[in-house]
């Protein structure tokens, strides 16, 4: 079945460092893929998305690439900020439009901390 | 969030004793979903919904049961709670095309 992995922290780094969460994942097809961010005591946001091999998902100031070739999604900022502390979750879907009836496929989550 | 009210967003129970969540949302969205949120396990699709009276189990459904009459309203029962089910439950919606939207979560403690 399809599996999401990503590490899962805790990350620490200070403020206006580069960040970068790491995310893999399995699937057949060709699946969409998202970073969703969750601060304390909040639901899950959208981050960020990309449908297709190579689309290149951005908010923020983050952006992830998809690669099909390294079945990889990474997290990237140039330079972050207190207020990035949060966790981080990487997800997939089946398809490729985004949306549609098949739930998502969550790793664990990575824990951000960011030190003023 | 404005589209999805999720209620109650508290409760503590005692094992044995039914439970119902209510996820209601107002965004005319035909996908819905509850998902359950552990430490070490990210969030895990529990059923879902693609439309009214139109449901299916997702990864970790047993112990759970659902129903969806009508659009905006999917409810999450657990019909005798356990312990193991203490954790933290999810709603989203979402469309053929917009990614899934998430509610602000149900804390429920089974004692």
């Known amino acids: 079945g399809d599996s999401v992995t990503q590490m899962e922290g805790p990350v620490t780094l200070s403020e206006e460092a580069f960040l970068t969460i790491n995310c893999t994942y399995t699937?057949?097809?060709?699946?969409?893929l998202f970073w969703y961010v969750q601060y304390p005591g909040e639901g899950l946001q959208l981050l960020l998305k990309?449908?297709?091999?190579?689309d290149k998902g951005s908010n923020k100031g983050f952006e992830a690439t998809y690669r099909k070739e390294t079945t990889s999604f990474h997290l990237e900022k140039g330079s972050v900020q207190v207020s990035d502390s949060a966790v981080y979750f990487c997800?997939?879907?089946?398809?490729?439009?985004?949306?549609?009836?098949?739930?998502?496929?969550f790793g664990k989550g990575t824990h951000l901390i960011i030190q003023p | 969030d404005a589209g999805i009210t999720q209620s109650p967003r508290h409760k503590v129970t005692e094992t044995g004793t039914p439970v119902t969540l209510r996820c209601h949302q107002t965004?005319?969205?035909?996908?819905m979903y509850w998902y359950r949120q552990d430490p070490g396990h990210g969030l895990r699709l529990i059923h879902y919904?693609?439309?009214?009276?139109?449901?299916d189990k997702g990864e970790v459904s047993d112990g759970y049961s659902v129903s969806r009459s009508k659009t905006e309203d999917f409810l999450l029962t657990l019909e005798s709670a356990t312990s193991s089910q203490t954790s933290v439950y999810f709603c989203?919606?979402?469309?053929?095309?917009?990614?899934?939207?998430f509610g602000d979560g149900t804390r429920l403690s089974i004692l």
């Open positions: 699937a057949t097809g060709y699946p969409s």
């Open positions: 990309a449908t297709k091999a190579d």
């Open positions: 997800a997939l879907s089946d398809g490729n439009s985004g949306g549609g009836a098949d739930g998502l496929t």
């Open positions: 919904s693609y439309g009214v009276k139109d449901t």
């Open positions: 989203a919606i979402s469309t053929d095309v917009r990614p899934q939207h």
């Open positions: 965004e005319n969205h035909r996908y």
